[in-house]
């Protein structure tokens, strides 16, 4: 089956996904500052490693379902999507998941490397990565530095922190 999630290659709509993006993360900052623009109630912690294992899709459904939305932002902050991505390989390495895509989907877009360099797909070259759904219910910040990513989420996001990252 043929991947049917790109990743951006035109300006206009990496600019608008940077606006949309940047109303909930702060790009500039990194942790331990606030990374957050919009005051969570909630956050969980986990691995980095596992937002970029082939079974974190099943973990975004599962966000997806408590929170009803349709699409899902994968934006790469570091290395940098304009100055480093663009300039390197005409396009970014941020994407926008639809309501269809399946596990195959996400892991193959995360392997999906540059044909000159392979080692530039998101999955091996990515030390700041975010997660945003349209509705903005919660957010993923993660950082490969500190080996860490942060869920961050309201009380009415129906998500169920308890059976986050655990198998059904």
Avoid at 50 to 70: D, N, Q, V
Avoid at 72 to 77: C, I, M, P, Q, S
Wanted: glycine share 2%; aromatic share 16%; hydrophobic share 40%.
């Amino acid at each position: 089956m043929a991947n049917t999630v790109h990743l951006m290659k035109e300006k206009k709509e990496f600019e608008k996904a940077y606006q949309f993006i940047t109303k909930v993360f702060d790009a500039k900052k990194r942790l331990p500052e606030q990374v957050f623009h919009i005051n969570f109630q909630k956050t969980l912690v986990f691995d980095f490693d596992m937002a970029m294992s082939e079974s974190f899709w099943m973990e975004i459904e599962r966000l997806k379902a408590a929170s009803k939305y349709t699409e899902v932002f994968l934006a790469v902050l570091e290395p940098d999507p304009v100055d480093y991505y663009l300039h390197e390989f005409h396009y970014f390495n941020w994407c926008c998941f639809p309501d269809s895509t399946t596990p195959e989907e996400c892991w193959d877009t995360l392997e999906q490397g540059p044909a000159e360099s392979p080692a530039d797909a998101i999955l091996y070259n990515s030390e700041i990565v975010v997660w945003l759904p349209t509705s903005m219910k919660w957010a993923i910040w993660g950082e490969r530095k500190y080996g860490v990513c942060i869920l961050a989420f309201n009380d009415d996001s129906g998500i169920d922190a308890n059976i986050f990252m655990h198998n059904s």
